[in-house]
């Protein structure tokens, strides 16, 4: 298990992690599974990129190396700290009464009461393992639902054709504009057209599509919140243009759902969806989604075939059950708020102590940097590997969970100010290559090659 022992100077020079992760390339396309974990999104050969064992926020590499971890803990998923003992107990317990069985798991029925009182607004509960396939349960179930094919969108959805779709233009030469970065080559041609999408906080561009399509949309998802807040009336304008076009309206909560509220951010929000869709935080990190809805629409999920085997296993109903019971055991959305905002704070005061131009955004519980110089993709990799030398897995984002502790915050930021001093000594000298061990980050959907 790891302890608090933490190391000053890591060498990630020829690491196993790197050396595994050249070989994976070989036998993986991609390397890994999902595009948010490659090294490259990091740091770029030095990353140290497999873990052996990961406990709290502290992370063992392939060499041993032990860090702590001050940037997206498992993507967003593991809110409650990594191998939360409450949530694997329940997981143990589950595996040693088996996992499989040609019966049902009970506890399908037990998640599915405990996600509709906490969304009162809903009343029934259908399950998936990872967010994208649930979205695409959601998207189906209101494409059934209308008998309508057309979908109006923003924000990020998942790998699903029905998203990607929105990336197919007249051209095959323009493909891709729309989300740069994301390929949509083998998602039939026949699907152009049936994905619209419009920016947050642009109703003119919903109602524009509406305008146009309204009679063929047959649902309108999105995040009700990521990196900024909805204008006065955004959301309760996009809920009555729903409710009027009879379209279904999807909260995609698969990022926002439990960080910021004990079930969706839309609770705080004050607007009810007709789905809202779940995953990551919701168990911990433990492969389970749902989608969530009203008795009328996910009725159509009965119209439809939506069905598969290992939707029915028990791991991720006992993970997610055994997780959300701890979210209404513990004040788990205020510590993750609290500790974003001391995290927030300390970045700026860091970066004004030694005069680094940098922008803050995002809920506390979600939040991220943006270094506002032209050398900002430099800067940025910079940061991550000097963190990285100083044991901190650190980016441009912070994904508090529970496991972070005042203490850790703390000594983290004082290792950010010292960084951020190197950082702007090296951008007066104008000497930020020099620094730089290795090529520099790369970027969001970005093609990687
Ligand atoms: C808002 C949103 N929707 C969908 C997804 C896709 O979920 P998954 O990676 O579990 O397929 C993500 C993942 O980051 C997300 O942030």
Redesign the pocket.
């Given at each position: 298990m790891p302890t608090n022992t933490h190391p000053q100077e890591i060498s990630m020079a020829c690491s196993t992690g790197q050396n595994l992760y050249r070989k994976a390339k070989t036998l993986i396309p991609g390397g890994t599974q999902?595009l948010?974990k490659r090294p490259e999104m990091f740091l770029p050969d030095q990353w140290p990129a497999y873990y052996l064992m990961a406990k709290g926020i502290e992370v063992i590499d392939l060499d041993g190396n032990r860090y702590r971890d001050m940037s997206l803990m498992g993507?967003?998923a593991c809110a409650l700290g990594y191998a939360d003992p409450d949530v694997d107990e329940a997981v143990k317990a589950a595996v040693d009464n088996g996992i499989m069985c040609t019966l049902i798991a009970p506890e399908e029925v037990t998640l599915a009461e405990l996600l509709c009182v906490l969304h009162p607004w809903a009343q029934m509960v259908r399950y998936a393992k990872?967010?994208?396939?649930a979205?695409a349960m959601a998207v189906r179930i209101a494409r059934a639902a209308t008998q309508r094919e057309k979908i109006a969108f923003c924000?990020?959805?998942?790998?699903m054709d029905w998203y990607l779709a929105a990336n197919l233009a007249e051209e095959h030469a323009l493909d891709g504009h729309l989300l740069p970065g994301l390929e949509p080559l083998g998602v039939p041609r026949g699907l152009r057209g049936t994905a619209l999408p419009f920016h947050y906080n642009r109703f003119d561009q919903l109602k524009a599509i509406v305008d146009r399509w309204g009679h063929e949309l047959a649902a309108i998802v999105m995040?009700p919140q990521?990196s900024n807040p909805p204008m006065p009336g955004f959301l309760e304008n996009v809920r009555d243009l729903a409710t009027e076009i009879g379209a279904v309206l999807i909260f995609?909560e698969?990022?926002?759902g439990f960080r910021v509220a004990t079930g969706g951010i839309h609770l705080l929000l004050g607007v009810d969806p007709d789905l809202a869709v779940f995953?990551?935080a919701m168990a911990n990190g433990y492969p389970m989604?749902a989608v969530l809805g009203t008795e009328r629409v996910m009725g159509a999920a009965q119209t439809t075939f939506i069905s598969s085997t290992n939707w029915t296993e028990r791991v991720g109903l006992a993970a997610a059950i055994a997780t959300i019971r701890k979210y209404q055991r513990e004040p788990v959305v205020a510590h993750l708020a609290e500790m974003g905002r001391i995290v927030q704070m300390g970045w700026q005061k860091a970066a004004d102590q030694v005069g680094l131009r940098l922008r803050v955004e995002g809920h506390p519980s979600l939040c991220h940097f943006r270094f506002e110089h032209t050398a900002s993709d430099k800067l940025h990799t910079l940061f991550t590997q000097l963190m990285l030398e100083r044991g901190y897995l650190a980016s441009d984002q912070f994904k508090p969970s529970f496991a972070h502790r005042s203490n850790h915050l703390a000594e983290y930021l004082e290792v950010t100010s010292e960084v951020f001093l190197i950082l702007a000594q090296a951008l007066a000298g104008d000497d930020v290559n020099r620094f730089l061990k290795g090529p520099p980050v790369q970027r969001g959907f970005y093609r990687l090659t």
């Open positions: 999902l948010s993507v967003g990872s967010g994208g396939e979205m924000g990020y959805h998942g790998w995040e990521r995609d698969i990022t926002t995953a990551k989604a």
